[in-house]
């Protein structure tokens, strides 16, 4: 009797010994799948808890300026410090704030993608360049990086002034004649057409072609496209679209804005194209907000298309979709490359057309827009000729688009 008892006591301890350890070999393996599968914290997310954006941008800042005194932008140019601040001032609030000054444009496009790539270096920071149609303080590029919901850092790149007090090279390009061959292929595009019969009158005795961007609901507009079409020169529909400051900068009547249907943005562009019915083309008139919106874009584009139309983009945003969008749906188009008048000084505007005579030696072909202001009628009158004398070929900007 006592051996049966035993013996039942030992086959339940076997038993529970194997169950536990059966047990705990499943308890083993399913903490090893969990480990194995389930997404396990970044420890670049933790450690950034423990970090304000203050912080963040205070480093961002640090390291910035440290990059804007070391090669290749060492002795280009110099950080404008900001004016002292009041000790009772409250602290100083994000985005952090820089400014740049650099000695030529040169300087300024090498400070632009330096600090981009710089920037870009930075895991999760977004970074934007804008450059501005409606430059503040002689700005031209403005830089921000930040979080998607936190702005951190601004720096706001200038171009020195010259002996004028403006900016822009001081000193009258030199056009040397080019080399046998093909020739660089330039287009000029004065935008704003459409207010002033007289600078218009005035352009259209230029000895080479030059495309007008007619405004379509400008006091002249249907006065313009007459003339511009007597003259055997080309226009474009200037199509007003939504800034970035919307509505603090108003883009004018008819607008393209982002927050309208596709019906309604096809319907605009109908009208504005029914008031210009000399325009063989499209470019925008401000629009930094509507065309890095590929949702507003796309029935613009299309509709476009439908109508055998080209899109040239003016580009008032680094981040316009309008060319690539165009590309893709099989839209001709093109972009603009340097943008003459900024600054309404003679000395800028002849800095910006040797900038685009570089442009279209080195690429070929180079896109320039203006605007009718009185120095940009001047310096075109004088210097185009010249240029064409030096061997550069102006075209209307049909001729150059893809």
Known sequence: ??????????????????????????????????????????????????????????????????????????????????????????????????????????????????????????????????????????????????????????????????????????????????????????????????????????????PVPVTFAVLPYAPHAQAACQRISRAGAQALLHMPMEPESYPDKDPGPGALLTALGPDEIVGRLERALARTPCAIGVNNHMGSAFTVDARAMEPFLLALKKQGLFFLDSRTSVNTVGLALARRLGVRSVERRVFLDHEPSPAYIRGKLAELAELADREGVAVGIGHPYPETVAVLLETLPEMARAGYRFVFVSEVVQ
């Open 1 to 206: 009797m006592t051996t049966r008892r035993k013996t039942k006591t030992g086959v339940k301890a076997r038993f529970v010994f194997w169950f536990l350890a059966l047990l705990l070999i499943w308890l083993g393996a399913m903490i090893a799948a969990a480990y194995l599968l389930l997404p396990r914290p970044d420890p670049a997310k933790t450690a950034l808890r423990h970090i304000t954006p203050a912080d963040l941008a205070r480093e961002l800042e640090n390291k910035t300026l440290a990059r804007l005194e070391a090669p290749p932008l060492r002795g280009r140019g110099r950080i404008i410090p900001d004016p002292p601040l009041d000790p009772q001032a409250p602290p100083r609030r994000l985005p952090r704030g820089l400014r740049w000054e650099g000695e030529s444009s040169t300087d300024l496009i090498l400070a632009e993608q330096t600090i981009r790539d710089f920037w870009a270096e930075a895991p999760r920071l977004q970074v934007e360049v804008i450059y501005p149609e409606f430059p503040r303080e002689g700005e031209k590029i403005r830089l921000s990086a930040g979080f998607e919901d936190q702005p951190l850092i601004e720096i706001l790149i200038f171009e020195k002034p010259g002996r004028d007090g403006k900016t822009g090279d001081s000193s009258t390009p030199q056009f040397r004649p080019l080399r046998a061959g093909e020739p660089p292929l330039i287009a000029i595009v004065i935008d704003d057409i459409g207010n002033d019969l007289a600078a218009l009158d005035r352009l259209l005795t230029l």
